[in-house]
C-alpha cells in the first residue's frame, strides 16, 4: 500500500512566522502535490514537483515555496503566515501517466492566528 | 481551462436508498476522470477512475459512475447506501496531456438511518 505521510495533523502558528510542512512518500513515485483544502471550493492546487529540484506553479502559489532535495520527500513553505492560510493541507504523490491516480496524506489543518 | 462543477454542496439519503452525486466537466480534449471519497479527519481515497476503457466504472464499496461525453457528465452511484457511505466526495478531472488534476467542490453525504 501507498503511505503518504504528513508531519502534523494539527498546527498553530502565529502571523508572520515561516512555517514548514512536510511530506514523505514511501512508494517511488515522481510526481508530488500539495494542496489547500477550503470548504466550497475543493481542492486548489498550490504546487507540484515532477522530479527531485523540479517544481510547477499550480493554480494558487502565491504565498507560498516549496522544495523536493530528496525523491521521497516535499515541502511546502509559508514565507510569512497570514490569517488566510489557515486552511487543510494536503499532499499527495503519484507515479508518472495520465491515468495514474493520486494517492494522498491525512492532511494538516494549520491555523495561523 | 477545464473546470468540474458538482451539482449540490450537500446530499440526503435514507439508508438503502439510491446515491446519485453529479459531476460535470469542461473539457478542450478527451479527459481521464476520478471520483474520491474523503471521510472525516482523513485525506482523499480514490473511489475509481475512467480512463477511456469502458464507460461503465466499477469502483469499491459498490460504487459505480458512468461517462456520458455527449452530456460531459461522470456522474456516481450506489444503489443502496449504508451509514459508512457517510462522507464527502469529490469529481475530479485531468487533461489527457497534463498530470495535474481539477477537483470539483465536494459534495457532503449524510445517510440517515
Known amino acids: 500500500d501507498v503511505k503518504v505521510t504528513q508531519s502534523s495533523r494539527y498546527l498553530v502558528k502565529r502571523t508572520g512566522e515561516k512555517v514548514f510542512l512536510e511530506c514523505v512518500q514511501d512508494m517511488d513515485h515522481e510526481n508530488m502535490f500539495w494542496y489547500r483544502q477550503d470548504p466550497g471550493l475543493g481542492l486548489r492546487l498550490i504546487y507540484f514537483s515532477y522530479d527531485v529540484k523540479m517544481k510547477e506553479k499550480g493554480d494558487i502559489p502565491e504565498g507560498y515555496s516549496v522544495s523536493r532535495e530528496k525523491k521521497e520527500r516535499f515541502s511546502l513553505i509559508l514565507e510569512s503566515a497570514s490569517t488566510n492560510q489557515t486552511s487543510m493541507y494536503l499532499c499527495?504523490?503519484?507515479?508518472?501517466?495520465?491515468?495514474?491516480?493520486?494517492?494522498f496524506g491525512d492532511g494538516t489543518r494549520l491555523s495561523i492566528l | 481551462a477545464q473546470s468540474v462543477t458538482q451539482l449540490g454542496s450537500h446530499v440526503s439519503v435514507s439508508e438503502g436508498a439510491l446515491v446519485l452525486l453529479r459531476c460535470n466537466y469542461s473539457s478542450s480534449v478527451p479527459p481521464y476522470l476520478f471520483w474520491y471519497v474523503q471521510y472525516p479527519n482523513q485525506g482523499l481515497q480514490l473511489l475509481l477512475k475512467y480512463t477511456s476503457a469502458a464507460t461503465l466504472v466499477k469502483g469499491i464499496n459498490g460504487f459505480e459512475a458512468e461517462f456520458k461525453k455527449s452530456e460531459t457528465s461522470f456522474h456516481l452511484t450506489k444503489p443502496s447506501a449504508h451509514m459508512s457511505d457517510a462522507a464527502e466526495y469529490f469529481c475530479?478531472?485531468?487533461?489527457?496531456?497534463?498530470?495535474?488534476?481539477?477537483f470539483g467542490g465536494g459534495t457532503r453525504v449524510l445517510v440517515k438511518p
Open positions: 499527495a504523490s503519484s507515479l508518472w501517466g495520465d491515468n495514474q491516480p493520486q494517492h
Open positions: 475530479a478531472v485531468r487533461k489527457a496531456a497534463g498530470n495535474k488534476l481539477t
